[in-house]
């Protein structure tokens, strides 16, 4: 898209309004628009192909295809793109159809003559392609009818999947770039910074520092220039909540640091982002590019005097870049590792300068806070931590995805109305929040409000929003091993307790789910994690043995299971197993002994076989290649 295509750049809010005008009525006009995942999931997933099958079918049929949102189309016209992320990933390829909010899902390229004969051309919904619940077979035509959707609150992910990403004018249609206008032509950055505080806004990435307070910070501190940072570093296994975000609607993102800029006195930002996103640094490029042309990005912002310029940071993908300190040492072409604090950025942060560091989730609700008032924004959620949460909900949960809930929604809701429950009728044992920074919740949470002070007194935290759910099945002691894997990894090196400290909890873990542990080594383990958790540098260093010690307060029985009655309860760890042939079963097709990677079974052909238990690893294989059942673990 060139200002050609816009008609001219937008010199004054009056033409940001004509223009939000044109946009939206040729949005809300007869054309039907088909509007296909674009996100990483979809994509990965195929939906390429499907738009391209799209829009084949709708050629082969002699269709009127609108090329561009603002041509003059005849009734009947339709426009097929590329949408951001709609959350419900696991059911994807998704394609939405508007005006008449069709949701259809697991779409695959042949199904594209279905879609063009019946929705297209005769309004109708393509039954088979609509979501159904598995457990009560019923079937949902729109979106707003499923139930994953239905107990969600959309405020952040509201567009996402509605408008297409790469169009700066479908944004503005969704009254997109309206704050900023306001915030330049009507407020002082005293009054943008005062409606941010009154509103509550805590930082989404984890911390949950009061982003007013923060904005009032740098606003005060003097420099003679100032930064706002995006912090769009997501780390966090199993987390994508930042990345849909930037790549369904980036303009909010670019919006939020446009307002941040003048509410504190910047005139320049950065967006780190981690080079493993490459569809989201690519539409946030797309997004810089159309905002300058449009002039509301650059100098002299729709005619005003505040001029503010975004640069793309790619990071090499360090879980500890995370942290402020060491993300802006990155930006500055350093070695990404945390620095003591104070000073703290907002005094002195990128080049030495004032500077505000907000994660995406952050960034992407000011302009809506802006617009619908610091009261409407209080009005959802709690009244410590207003507003919505975005989380990745994962794990062995019916439903995986994307989810946007009101701060203080509880864990069985997010679990059995959002999630579906468990799968394959298991019993629920535990969610890790948090990520690898956070700590594990069980059945006794699950009336626990997901706000930032509850959680934190119970051991846990938001962190940037991600939760794995887990069956009766999961070990433990396994989960702790898995996440102080991850972060011993990813330390830094910088402070010996995060570096050596990590690496010994990494051991005592290995030892204990190995059938080598002792209870002295739970003893030893704990003291280490406090120690870790009491004495590292920085916060990602001082949340790592949270998985550690939430395990352990609310799971100690399985740790000493594991080192007393040398049994691990939910049966996963491989040492603990003990593996045999029952010869009544066992027809002697000797697939086992074939596929032991060490020769521990043996027997002759059509005769029953057995199992060397001094030879065995205990790896599993021969139990799962046996097609009769005669491998008893």
Known sequence: MTSAVLGAALGSPADLIALRKRALQALESGCTRLVVCGGTGCTSNGSRRVLEALNAELAARGLPLVADLLEEHPDGAVRAGFGGCSGFCEVGPIVRVFPANFFYVRVQPEDAAAIVERTVLNGEPVQHLLFRDEATGQCFATRDEIPFYREQAGVVLADCGVIEPEDIRQYIAHEGYRALASCLFGMTPEDVVREVT???????????????????????????????????????????????????????????????????????????????????????????????????????????????????????????????????????????????????????????MPSVVNNVETLANVPRIILNGAGWFRSVGVPASPGTKVFALTGDVVNTGLIEVPMGATLKDVVFKIGGGIRNGRKFKTVQIGGPSGGCLTEEHLDLPLDYDSLRSVGAMVGSGGLVVMDDSTCMVEVARFFMQFTQSESCGKCVLCREGTRRMLEILEKITSGRGTVDDVGLLEEVAIAVRDGSLCGLGKTAPNPVLSTLRYFRDEYLAHVVDGVCPAGSCQAFCHYSIDPEKCKGCTLCAKKCPVGAISGELKQPHTIDPQTCVRCGVCLDVCRLGAVVA
């Open 198 to 352: 009154d509103a509550g806004l805590r930082g989404r990435g984890g911390g949950g520092f009061p982003t007013g307070r923060k904005w009032e910070l740098t606003r005060r501190s003097e420099g003679s220039k100032k930064y706002i940072i995006c912090n769009a570093d997501e780390g966090d296994p199993g987390a994508f909540m930042d990345r849909s975000i930037l790549e369904g609607n980036p303009h909010a993102v670019l919006e939020g640091m446009a307002i941040a800029g003048y509410a504190v006195g910047a005139d320049e930002g950065y967006i780190y982002c981690r080079a493993e996103y490459p569809l989201a640094v690519k539409r946030l490029r797309v997004a810089i590019r159309q905002a300058e042309e449009a002039r509301l990005l650059g100098e002299c912002i729709l005619g005003s005097a505040f001029n503010f310029r975004i640069h793309i940071k790619e990071g090499a993908g360090a879980f500890v870049c995370g942290e402020e300190t060491a993300l802006i040492s990155s930006i500055e072409g350093r070695r990404g590792m945390p620095s003591p604090k104070p000073p703290f950025p907002a005094q002195s942060g990128l080049f030495g």
